[in-house]
């Protein structure tokens, strides 16, 4: 029983430490709060990013969409395909939302006179 308790207790660990979330949370409650500090959470989003590809891990799942849409926000349409094509690459999961994603980034938003009520 102490051997299994012992075992689990190690996979649990393990599994903890698979992804580096970095400042993630702290900095999205910050977002929540004030939205007008999307570049604090943009910030953390992009240090997530860079420190995991430079230590060859995996990108936690919804990093690289949350930073395009950030980026979709501020009009960086371009800059926030590639955000959402690498979410799809490294989540393969994410396919249908991320292609929608691409699409909305790609054709812009709707001028108001053609939006439907």
């Known amino acids: 029983m102490v051997a299994s308790l012992l075992m689990f207790g190690g996979c649990v660990a393990q599994h903890a430490a698979k992804y580096d979330w970095g400042s993630y949370n702290p900095s999205l409650y910050t977002y929540y709060k004030d939205p007008g500090k999307a570049s604090e959470l943009m910030t953390s989003l992009q240090t997530i990013i ?7 891990g995996a990108v936690p799942p919804g990093i690289y969409a949350e930073y395009g849409y950030l980026q979709l926000q501020q009009g960086k349409s371009q800059e926030a395909v590639a955000s959402f094509q690498a979410e799809e690459q490294h989540w393969p999961e994410s396919k249908a939302f991320m292609d929608r994603m691409i699409q909305v980034a790609s054709t812009g938003p ?6 439907e009520h």
Do not use: L
């Not at 860079?50 to 060859?56: P, Y």
């Open 110 to 115: 709707k001028p108001a006179s053609t939006q």
């Open 50 to 56: 860079n420190s995991t590809n430079a230590g060859h």
